[in-house]
């Protein structure tokens, strides 16, 4: 009951206060237009209590009640000056004489509570940074001709001096804060960089003339939709802006983020073998599938050339071309990226499998149970593992990898995980006579119905039924013949185990495997959804015009849903990126199987090491963004 | 105590413990007694339901009234947990504070998460003295108050205590010792076929060579362990360096006076491997020694699918239920020292220690509680509880007290035989790797030893990866 109580006042309260801030600020906004001086004084209040008081909430300050106070009053009057001032140069020095009294203040009064002894004296630890005059000017300088490049580039409209003056205090911020450590300054290094930064920022608005009648109708105006936009952007401003900058912060500092090390982090990145190794690339070229996976692109190309005289142009793409492309560039990437070994490639690995296998099958799927009989039932067994967490479905798929050290007297070498129970019973069924031939019998059964369904659909001139059913012959044939000549994990009158969690570096598409599974249900939906939505007059007309249900697909449907697959391929890819839980389960990063995120966390928090696990974030993270920024585009476009 | 048959093969432990309190002195009159009833159920897989009654007074006047602890630890699962648990739970009723213990494999993980991020326990079980002075120089754990630590030194020799001084201020407290030179073996298994214990190293590679042309598979290993998949491998090589190249250049190498990638590490690692890879020399229970848990290797080892294992003390709470000690019978379990090369016996040893996160009355309470005899006792009966059979049977617990005040007779002849050596042998040395900077000790010396034992990297690059991860 007492907790009852205490949730209803509690939300009551929350948005009592809430709306109260609401039209509070929509309140002060309407004093702007007339009583300016003390709307001015508003903000100046506002600002400087902002600020000092996250000083004090940080312990930054030493006797920070008094401080807080003084400072406060001053930006009040400050504000209140700059608002009844017209004369220029009085504008000036009220803006920047305030901001370096400020700035000056916080300075001389930075110390740091670090805790309090067992007799009540506090232990004081200074927060000061311990400025170098070399990097700190050419910082600011920077700064400033940074600012007068954008002057330019903004086709020269502002002041030029207030540009340089932004960039410059930017820079003094970055030069004076961000890059010397913060602990080991003296108290005038910390007055004067606190000064500077003041007059920085007081100078901003004492460098503006005073507003206008117009002007101060504007800031009433233009207030509503920040108004609005506030809560929200403080909201994603704590959760995502300011963490991201600690993050890129973190990341040119050392282990514990005290000192600045520059770019040492991302130096060790790519210096470490286990991130980022080259040292076997010679391997490519001779691996099988390299070759395998050049032939089977140069199929592709030969069928494209055989279309293209046809149609009397060069190449002339086809599904069966597509098909053999895609193929082909799997295994070529498979080749490529297993001989680059390292975090980064082996992320970039899982990117182009999970992403393009994950949005091929999703498609097969969509096409095939399209209008299908039982087809909201297919679907949703496929969808299904959709609601497994990536965990359990990483728990559950590693029973399924599961070796059993092979014993032989048990059935199938006591496997208890599915598939080498699977391979091992396949060994077995191999290794005996009676099973054996009944299977050959059935294999032999089904190839030679194949068979006589590839004839007639040749005959009948139905080449998707035939081609598919002689590629469908290809592995019935093969499984034949390793039946006969022995395949599966037995030997010497027991069973050969599979490790495929172990076995680097294959080990990954078993992983990736898991992710798949997990995931072309979420494809499937999305391609089903968008296939239903092309026009059926657009079918309609192609079927009267004559069009086979393949030509209609691959000239209508899929023109007609590209944006939906640039929406899944870049959402997966996003996704797969970000891969963690799956490999945090099953291997946890050993045997050559460790993704960016998990070699993040483990260099974050198992070895505290925040510089690199920061750096390794930002590494994540300028990967993601240019995928980012390309479905921001689309999404602005489709709007 | 009580006992009956149940016909079930899977039963219930249940631990009751009435707890009948009795009256402060000042008010006995016109108190009633209060009752505490604390139930902890272990579901093991027992053929006995064990009933245990235990009075303990409880004093009316509770200054821990409404406060909480929390502990979390490495020790999870199985006899280990609900036997802390169970400790735990006594203390509990006793004080009044609400003591909730929360046990992870994956601790040494977690526990750099929560301190990091400012969310620790209000203590922690280290089984790394390493990690202790890692956390003392972050600030993250507490310096012990002179009275804890006047309790603890009641209770401990300052070999133990050693392990939680960092920089000469006491922060942990040890509770639990670990014997890690032994192998666990049959007796009669080996009589049967005719083997002898092993005295030397070579005597027992030429055993080994001997099993396996017998068609017998000498030894069971495993080294997967969630996060910390490594370490069993860590204590191989740590128990041949202290043998081959003596406890000095031990010391070195732990405190990094010489570098890791030296090349009598790289022949220590070559001497595991080599044993390891000997065609017929190692069962896995899943396929790989990389792939097999720690925990999975008690069942072949009764089971007679290999004949040796090595593996500290604790592991008797990892063989199989009622498993009998060195008690002469058919399936009895054993150890032997593991051989060393020279005439010197040294010893690997381990253990946990507590440390304090948050300064409060009640979180000092439960670390005395942690140091005292009580605690020793209490985590003993119930680990041997738990292991399924009265302590009087003599049933391995697995559990072994530093504590110089705890009660010999609660442990089995064998385990206070471990507790002997661990005080009397002429060299002892902590585990290494929890010594070292846990970048390394709770790093890379685990991955880089994995990827060495699975494989993909050459003992070199592996030993170049940890050398370079060195802080």
Known sequence: MEKLLTTILGVVGSVGISAILFIGANMIFDLAPRHWKWFSALVGFLTTSTVFLILWANDLLLSPGTVTLIAITIGTVGGFALGMTSNRWLRFAYGAGAGMALGALAGSFSQNVFGILEDGTPVVWPARPDLQFGPLLGWTIGGALVGLAIWVLNSRQKPAYRSALFWGTVGWIVGAYMVPSLSSGTQSDAILAGTVLGFGIGALPGSKPLASALERNRVKEESRKYIFLAPAFLFIAVTLIIPTIRTLVLSLRDRRGDGFVGVENYKAIFANSNTFDLSDWRLFFTSRLFWIGAIIVLIGFVIARVRGKEIGTRIQGSPPSYATWFVGGLLLSAAALSVLRGTLFNNLWWVITVTLVATAMGLGIAVLADRAKYESAAKSIIFLPMAISFVGAGIIWRFMFQARQPTAAVPHGGQTGLLNALWVGLGELSASTWPKLIALTLVGAIAIGLTVLATKAFKDRAMGLAWSSTVALVPVVWFFYSLIVGIGGWANGRGEIILFIQNSPFNNLWLMLVLIWTQVGFTMIIFSAAIKAVPAELLEAAEVDGATESQSFWQITIPQIVPTIGVVVTTLIVLVMKVFDIVKVMTNGNFDTQVIANEMWQRAFTELNFGLGSALAVVLFIAVLPVIVLNVRRMQKAV | ?471
């Open chain 2, 1 to 471: 105590m009580r006992k009956r048959r149940n016909l079930t093969k899977t039963a219930l432990l249940l631990v009751v413990m009435a707890l009948v309190a009795a009256a402060c002195a000042g008010d006995a009159a016109n108190q009633t007694p209060e009752t505490v009833v604390v139930t902890s159920i272990v579901t093991e897989t027992v053929t006995e339901t064990v009933t245990e009654t235990v009075e303990v007074e409880v004093p009316m006047a509770d200054p821990f009234a409404d406060t909480a602890v929390t502990v979390f630890g490495p020790e999870s699962g199985g006899a280990e947990e609900e036997a802390m648990r169970a400790a735990l739970d006594l203390f509990a009723a006793k004080s009044g504070i609400d003591v909730t213990y929360l046990g992870a494999r994956d601790f040494s993980d977690q526990i750099n998460a929560q301190a990091a991020g400012g969310n620790p326990p209000d203590i922690a079980v280290f089984p790394q003295p390493g990690k202790i002075a890692d956390f003392a120089r972050e600030g993250f754990i507490l310096p012990l108050p002179s009275e804890t630590e006047a309790v603890m030194n009641d209770n401990f020799s300052s070999a133990w205590t050693a392990f939680g001084n960092v920089d000469g201020v006491q922060y942990a407290i040890p509770t639990k010792a670990d014997l890690k030179s032994l192998v666990w073996y049959q007796p009669a298994r080996f009589a049967a076929a005719g083997y002898t214990v092993p005295e030397t190293w070579d005597d027992l590679l030429s055993l080994t060579d001997t099993m396996i042309a017998d068609g017998n598979t000498p030894w069971c290993v495993g080294i997967e362990s969630g996060g910390a998949t490594g370490w069993t491998f860590t204590d191989w090589v740590e128990d041949l360096t202290l043998r081959f190249e003596g406890p000095e250049y031990y010391d070195q190498w732990v405190d990094h006076s010489i570098p890791f990638n030296n090349p009598q590490m790289a022949s220590i690692w070559q001497t595991v491997l080599d044993l390891w890879n000997t065609p017929g020399a190692v069962f896995a229970n899943s396929g790989s020694i990389a792939a097999t848990s720690f925990g999975d290797n008690g069942q072949p080892l009764v089971d007679g699918k290999c004949f040796m294992h090595r593996q500290a003390s604790f592991y008797s709470a990892f063989l199989p239920e009622g498993t009998p000690a060195a008690d002469g019978s058919e399936g009895a379990v054993d150890v032997f020292y593991f051989p060393s090369v020279g005439d010197e016996k040294p010893v690997l040893g381990a253990g946990t220690l507590v440390s304090a996160f948050r300064d409060a009355p009640e979180v000092w309470a439960v670390m005395e509680y942690f140091a005292s005899a009580d605690y020793a006792d209490a985590r003993q009966r119930f680990q041997a509880l738990g292991k399924g059979a009265a302590v009087t049977e003599g049933v391995l617990s697995g559990f072994l007290s530093p504590n110089v005040n705890a009660d010999l007779s609660l442990y089995a002849p064998l385990e206070q035989s471990f507790l002997d050596i661990l005080n009397t042998a002429d060299i002892v040395r902590f585990d290494g790797s929890d010594l070292m900077p846990s970048e390394v000790g709770a790093g890379t010396f685990w991955t880089e030893g994995t990827s060495a034992v699975n494989g993909d990297k050459t003992i070199q690059e592996a030993l170049d990866a940890i050398e370079a991860s060195w802080p």
